[in-house]
Nanobody, 115 residues
Framework: QLVESGGGSVQPGGSQRLSCTAS????????MGWYRQAPGKQREEVAS???????TYAVAVKGRFTISRDNAKNAVYLQMNNLQAEDAAVYYC???????????WGQGTQVTVAS
């Protein structure tokens, strides 16, 4: 089970930190990712971090967002800085096992960017 938190409303240029806590999986064996889906658009990957802690970012967020994980807390975080209107979406946490291909999703958390 994945549970996201930290969404809400923020002004353009502001910051927000999303958290995702996992249970029921061997967390440190999973690649973790953040995805987002805006109204009328497909879900897209924002950032991911593999089991070894290596992050990757979508071009649209590189330099503004930072993904991190704390294996001791079974948690993954997304620090979002300089948020823009186009970042508004429902953000989902994903856990994907690199070998078994098991994949789990959180319920999503809404991020709104408005002045």
């Amino acid at each position: 089970q994945l549970v996201e938190s930290g969404g809400g409303s923020v002004q353009p240029g502001g910051s927000q930190r999303l958290s995702c806590t996992a249970s029921g999986i061997i967390f440190d064996a999973y690649n973790m990712g953040w995805y987002r889906q805006a109204p009328g658009k497909q879900r897209e990957e924002v950032a991911s971090i593999n089991a070894a802690g290596l992050p990757t970012y979508a071009v649209a967020v590189k330099g503004r967002f930072t993904i991190s994980r704390d294996n001791a807390k079974n948690a993954v975080y997304l620090q979002m800085n300089n948020l823009q209107a186009e970042d508004a979406a429902v953000y989902y946490c994903n856990a994907a096992h690199p070998v078994t291909r098991s994949s789990y999703w959180g319920q999503g958390t809404q991020v709104t960017v408005a002045s």
